[in-house]
């Protein structure tokens, strides 16, 4: 996309496209202060917060510009809704999101106004750990067969594939805005939701501590009041 495609402020577009968010928001503090300056105000304390509110806000309506031109509708409204009522409805009935659009999202998060943080875990049961990998290459050289520390060896890795989890959280956030992705296996290739293929959504809207809900996914088992959204991919076919 280029910042002749649509009416945008071309200096702040290159910054932010070039040098990321908070450099475009450090640009429109700046070029907002230099703009008093030269009508010979001082930049006391009540105008320096206004200065600093009015960067945000000129940084955010640009992205929230540049998501409506480069991200599908329904995923943009998401980011707009300022209900919880209204995101889980609009999420689990109507949302769709596919994964080259989720991809490009997570690719170009600050350009669309978000620092972008993820993390993945890998959850196994503590008794599969206690096993010595090496011994699944103990054969019997008479026979050709796993020894019994060999078969003990495998039954473990089997069952480490059957019980691990694998978790993926993908953090969107804008000030006190926050907007958090996650799934396991069992999400994207289970059948324990009605709508098929998921993964899950929650955000600021939901009233809990962002500190608490980023902490809370290193621990297993932790899943906090989410919304469904059908998650279309090709992981099946592959």
């Known amino acids: 996309m280029s910042e002749e495609s649509i009416k945008v402020d071309k200096n702040l577009y290159e910054v932010l496209t070039h040098e990321g968010l908070e450099s475009a928001i450090q640009f429109a503090q700046t070029r907002l202060t230099d703009e ?39 995923l ?27 991809v490009k999202l997570i690719l170009n998060a600050e350009t669309f106004g978000f620092h972008h943080q993820r993390m993945h875990k890998e959850f196994i049961p503590e008794d ?31 069952q480490i594939f059957k019980q691990r989890k694998q978790l ?7 000030g006190f805005e926050w907007h958090c992705f996650f799934f ?16 899950h959504y929650v955000s600021h809207l939901w009233g809990l501590s962002s500190e608490e809900v980023w902490n809370g996914f290193q621990e297993r088992g932790y899943s906090p009041s989410k919304a469904h959204i059908k998650y279309i991919h090709n992981m099946r076919e592959r």
């Open 36 to 74: 008093f300056s030269k009508k010979r105000l001082e930049i006391n304390l009540e105008l320096q917060e206004f200065i600093v509110k009015s960067a945000w806000q000129e940084v955010k309506s640009l992205t929230q510009t540049l998501r409506k031109f480069s991200l599908p509708p329904d």
């Open 76 to 102: 943009v409204k998401l980011f707009e809704i300022d209900s919880k009522k209204d995101v889980k409805r609009f999420a689990e009935n109507d949302l769709v999101i596919k994964d080259s659009d989720f």
């Open 128 to 158: 599969l750990k206690t096993f010595d990998p090496r011994e699944i290459a103990k054969v019997d050289p008479q026979t050709k067969q796993f020894t019994k520390e060999g078969k003990k060896a495998v039954t473990k890795i089997t």
């Open 168 to 174: 993926s959280v993908h953090w969107f956030q804008f």
């Open 184 to 199: 396991d296996g069992g999400d994207l290739l289970g059948n324990h939701w009605v709508g098929g293929d998921h993964i």
